[in-house]
Structure formats: C-alpha cells, structure tokens
C-alpha cells in the first residue's frame, strides 16, 4: 500500500508572492502620499507668533528663529530655531512649537539686568549668571563691580574670571545684611572695598570675613546717624574695633 507524499508547507516568501504586486501599489502610493504631505503648501508655516519678550523686537526673534517660509514646516528643526534665539544676549529660555495645521509659537523668557561690570573706561550690563546683556551701563541704579581687566567681554559672553565671580557673591552677602552697596571693588592689597549710594566708604578686608563684618554695618550707620553727623568711611578691617572717620 503507497503512502501519499506530504505536501511541503509554503514559506513565508511563498505565501506573499500573490499581494507583491498590491504591496508594491501600496508602497509608491504611501512615497507618494508623504512626498505630497512634505510639498503641499498648506504646510508651509502661515503664522509665527512671540510670547514672554520685553525688551527684545519679536520681529528680531523671528528673524533669529530662521523659519524658512517655502518650506513643510514640520520637517524644520525648531530645536535648531530655539537654539539660535537663545543666543541672543538677553534671552535667557526659548521654545519654539509648532500647531496644525502650519502656526509656529515662540515663547521666550528673558534675562533680568543684575550688575554693571566694569572693565577700565568700559562698562557692560549683566545678568545674575554674569552673562554680559549690552555694553554702555544700561540702567544707573544697579551695582558696579570693578572687575579689574582692561577689555570688556562683547554682549552675549559668560563672564567668568574670578574677580568679578567673587564680586557678584560679594554683592549678594552684603544685600542680605541690608547693606545695598552701590560699587564694589578690590584695593591694592586685595581687600573689599564697598561705597554705599551716599556716598560712604566702606573697608570691609578680606571678604571671607563678610558674614562677621557685614552685620556690623548697618548698627554703625544706624548709631552714627542718630548723632547727626555725616560719615566719610568705616574701616572694619578690624571687625572687633571699627573704625569711623567722619565728614570735615
């Protein structure tokens, strides 16, 4: 008795070989669609819009951003966009997003102007994180710190060398003890050196002691004041004797 021979099972390959010509209609149909959808103008952006900018232009933001306008705006980085907004000098943040079916959205924050750094004649404006905003000394109510280097960083630029650096942590000790100091800088021998707005000098040493000798500040002004006489300096080099010089 003959056996019947077994029917060998049909691969894979096999299988498919009737629907590769409907998979090959559906692949150039879907290259066509995504062709399509990446030149159909509808996708070309329409609108881009600014949010959370203050001082700088939205025009100039935009223009930074470089959103090509003839092109599908979902296939443009705007990671790339957000990048080069950032780099202008009083932007702190920048997100660029985009919504169907073309608008582009821009939002930004922008960096507030902390201390003027001055560098000889020159003097720039910059923000908590010493980033240098503009040059010329911006807005006259704010801090001087006498960085001690001739040349000043151009707008945009991280200050960075430690004189400054120290100066601005300087600032900040001095502000929690109440002593609003309008210029700041180091003497000869390295010791801080602080002129309040009116005009009062004050010799506060080696500014690793500030947490004993700024305290000492304000009673001293306080009690000087009360006497009614002007004062021209106070020497607290010596934390445990100041020294007040008054106004001839």
Request: hydrophobic fraction near 45%; charged fraction near 20%.
């Amino acid at each position: 008795m003959s056996r019947k021979p077994r029917r060998r099972k049909k691969g894979p390959a096999a299988r498919l070989r009737p629907f590769w010509l409907l998979c090959g209609v559906l692949a150039i149909g879907a290259a066509l669609g995504l062709y399509y959808a990446a030149t159909w103008p509808g996708f070309y952006p329409k609108r881009v819009s600014v949010s959370g900018n203050r001082v700088v232009p939205a025009d100039q933001i935009v223009s930074r951003a470089q959103i090509a306008p003839r092109e599908n705006v979902w296939l443009q980085n705007v990671s790339v966009s957000a990048s080069r907004i950032a780099a202008i000098p009083y932007i702190e943040t920048a997100t660029v997003r985009r919504s169907l079916p073309a608008a582009v959205h821009i939002t930004v924050t922008e960096r507030t102007p902390f201390v003027r750094l001055r560098y000889g004649t020159q003097t720039v404006l910059a923000d908590r994180h010493l980033r240098v905003l503009q040059s010329g000394g911006g807005n006259a109510a704010l801090p001087v710190l006498v960085t001690g280097y001739p040349a000043a960083p151009p707008p945009g630029a991280f200050v960075k060398n430690q004189n400054a650096v120290q100066l601005r942590d300087d600032y900040e000790a001095l502000a929690d003890a109440h002593v609003m100091a309008a210029l700041l800088q180091y003497d000869k021998f390295g010791d801080l050196v602080a002129t309040m707005h009116n005009g009062v000098q004050l010799l506060l040493g080696d500014d690793r002691s500030l947490a004993q000798t700024a305290p000492l500040v304000g009673p001293i002004l306080s009690q000087v004041a009360a006497q009614g006489r002007q004062i021209a300096q106070v020497d607290l080099r010596a934390p445990k004797t100041p020294v007040v010089v008054f106004k001839k």
